[in-house]
């Protein structure tokens, strides 16, 4: 983010304001970028912010599809992805589901069109083992040339963005309970909008690879409780202790099954 703003702040005359921001709080229940929204810098408005690029998670991207969330907040997100894609050759996905644990999520909730860039997970995802000689440097040169093509599209655009935010619901901001001290070991696939909570793959010498979970399992129940998406598993993770005994009810390849 900061490579980026330098560059544009060299070489790009926008038509209007950019404002590069780092927000706090976000695994507290996002309160730097709510804050942010209710306390715009400057003369800005709340009403006056016109686009948000979110940067979450983006530092191994290591080959696989850029996934940009929430492209349906307006519709020249698609557009534009697809575009930056062809130019760079970055190849990007849409996934439909939010992740609401993420600061473009503050954005959507004021009506504010806002996308969210993310690498994917990883098997260090959220692990003291995802250090620094992990990143993908190369690809994170990638994911910077693509903000710099979006934040040059956004500051010409004179244009506002068609917005499809009109009576959507608000996105549920988790607000964090504690820590969670129990672990299952699997690795979350945020591309999945299905039923029940897909894995792309488990942590080694965890539960969920002494049980046999396996990447493309899907989660349905956790002790009878439905997995309906990924704030609903980690709140019945939460509620675990470590050493619990759980049945979790899986569907793989068509088979349903419980562990």
């Known amino acids: 983010m900061i490579e980026v703003a330098a560059k544009v702040a060299r070489a790009f005359t926008p038509q209007r304001p950019i404002i ?51 492209t349906e907040s307006a519709y020249e997100w698609p557009f534009m992805a697809q575009g930056i894609g062809f130019t760079i050759g970055v190849t990007s996905e849409f996934p439909a589901e939010t992740i609401a644990s993420s600061d473009h999520v503050s954005f959507l909730n004021a009506g504010i069109p806002a996308i969210h860039l993310f690498a994917g997970t990883h098997l260090d995802y959220h692990q003291p083992t995802d250090t620094v000689d992990k990143l993908d440097a190369a690809g994170m040169s990638e994911i910077s040339l693509w903000l710099e093509e979006a934040v040059v599209y956004l500051g010409d655009r004179t244009d506002p963005l068609r917005v499809n935010l009109e009576g959507t619901e608000q996105v549920e ?46 989660l349905l129940n956790y002790n009878d409780e439905s997995v309906t998406d990924m704030q609903t598993y980690s709140n019945l993770l939460r509620e675990s202790a470590p050493g619990d005994s759980v049945i979790i009810d899986v569907l793989r390849e068509g088979m349903k099954f419980s562990i």
């Open 20 to 70: 590069f921001a780092a927000f706090s709080g976000e695994e507290s229940g996002l309160l730097g970028s709510e804050y942010f929204i209710q306390n715009p810098p400057g003369p800005f408005e709340t009403e006056d912010l016109f686009a948000m690029i979110n940067l979450d998670s983006v530092g191994r991207l290591e080959g696989r599809t850029l996934q940009v969330f929430g």
């Open 173 to 218: 901001v988790a607000r964090q309970q504690g820590e969670r001290s129990a672990s299952l070991g699997t690795v979350p696939d945020f591309a999945y909008s299905g039923e029940g909570v897909r894995i792309s793959g488990v942590t080694p010498d965890s539960a969920a690879e002494e049980v046999g979970l396996q990447a493309g399992d899907i």
